[in-house]
Nanobody
Framework: QVQLVESGGGLVQPGESLRLSCEAS????????MGWYRQAPGKQRELVAT???????NYGDSVKGRFAISRDNRKHTVDLQMDNLEAEDTAVYFC????????WGQGTQVTVSS
């Protein structure tokens, strides 16, 4: 079982930055994939960014060039640096991890509004 705890959400204005963090705890053989998804009201959950334990990244099209994912395999953490935020980035952001199965965090709210 893997527990994921997110932190760093909040309210920012358009153009500002925010950094999300997620820490994994529990037992696993290999934390193959870690990353972030988001879900806006009335919309499906969508990919933000993921990174394998070897550093291979995958980004959603809407965040390419603005968001950057990083992870620390020793600390079992994954961070998401979000720059030049837009109102359309408003959503609940979920931490995601894959070992032999997938796990989700409870989510952290990000609101971008002037």
């Amino acid at each position: 079982q893997v527990q994921l705890v997110e932190s760093g959400g909040g309210l920012v204005q358009p153009g500002e930055s925010l950094r999300l963090s997620c820490e994994a705890s529990g037992g696993w053989l290999s934390l193959y994939l870690m990353g972030w998804y988001r879900q806006a009201p009335g919309k499906q959950r969508e990919l933000v960014a993921t990174m394998t334990d070897e550093g291979v990244t995958n980004y959603g099209d809407s965040v390419k060039g603005r968001f950057a994912i990083s992870r620390d395999n020793r600390k079992h953490t994954v961070d998401l640096q979000m720059d030049n935020l837009e109102a359309e980035d408003t959503a609940v952001y979920f931490c995601y991890a894959v070992t032999s199965r997938s796990f989700w965090g409870q989510g952290t709210q990000v609101t971008v509004s002037s």
